[in-house]
């Protein structure tokens, strides 16, 4: 039996190291291979970006690149406007648009902030709507909803233009500026344009004697006639009331009698008012004594 050389080579132990084994199992850990393969670059990356931006001269010259490349960009000839142009307005509502919005041309189509815009030309009392795009030729295109008058609206301050929807379009300064359009007043009438629309188509027959309407305590209607006649007209279904009293005139000639007011408030009891001289006349026929006897 031969004894063992000191030297000779012992065979390699093919188990891993125990530190070897601790990073082979800390690597299968999802959240760590995470770490490694985003986080670490990520961090690497804003730490050195931080570090090279915590000079203000570095930031400073930054900025001005930054800048400079987007006014380079803003200023080039195929984002410039030059020009503006409006459709679907009166020859005066585009001019106080143009004075509304003020813009110097040419201008960047970058610094006109399409939405504000917009808003402010809707600010306009004659305006429904406004859109804005730019077009080909450098020019801004506003396209505009005007609303459109239908009646005037007499309070006491003045006189208003409204649409159909009781939204002031204009002022007026005197009644016949728009001889064409129904004169309505009365707190709240500009609330109830429709209603008054469908009460001037009832009263069609009777429309060259038409002076307006009165919107009485915000509740009902008063149809005023020339010769200081009136209709009054109940709160509730005063279109149908309307149409009653226009079948009598024309069956009765009611409305070219001595009638100053026809009172239709309450339906199952209409009342006429006669003039002070009808009623001295009605009351003689029917054999009423009306005054002194003279001596």
Request: proline residues 7%.
């Amino acid at each position: 039996m031969q004894p063992l050389k000191p030297d000779a080579a012992l065979p390699r132990d093919p188990a891993p190291s125990r530190a070897a084994y601790r990073m082979h199992r800390l690597w299968l850990t999802p959240l760590f291979r995470s770490m490694l393969r985003i986080g670490l670059p990520v961090f690497t990356v804003t730490f050195s970006a931080g570090l090279y931006l915590s000079d203000d001269t570095r930031r400073a010259g930054l900025a001005g690149i930054w800048e400079g490349a987007w006014t380079a960009v803003e200023e080039r000839p195929e984002f410039l406007v030059n020009l503006m142009a409006i459709d679907g307005a009166s020859p005066a509502l585009a001019e106080a648009i143009r004075s509304k919005l003020a813009l110097r041309f040419p201008l960047s189509s970058f610094d006109i902030d399409m939405a504000a815009t917009a808003a402010r030309i809707e600010e306009l009392d004659a305006v429904a709507d406004a859109d804005l795009r730019v077009r080909s030729g450098n020019v801004l295109q506003v396209t505009v909803t005007e609303r459109l008058p239908v009646v005037i609206w007499r309070t006491q301050a003045e006189l208003s233009l409204l649409d159909i929807e009781g939204r002031r379009v204009a002022r007026v300064f005197s009644r016949m500026d728009r001889p064409d359009l129904p004169l309505i007043a009365g707190e709240g009438a500009n609330a109830a344009v429709p209603e008054a629309l469908a009460l001037l188509a009832a009263a069609g027959p009777i429309q060259p004697r038409l002076r307006g309407m009165v919107r009485m305590g915000e509740r009902r209607w008063d149809i005023v006639l020339d010769r200081d006649q009136r209709i009054l007209l109940p709160e509730t279904d005063p279109v149908p009331a309307l149409e009653r009293v226009i079948a009598l005139d024309k069956a009765e000639a009611l409305l070219a009698r001595d009638v100053i007011t026809v009172d239709l408030r309450n339906k199952d009891r209409p009342v006429l008012r006669l003039a002070p001289d009808a009623m001295t006349i009605l009351r003689a026929s029917q054999g009423v004594e009306t005054g002194a006897s003279s001596l």
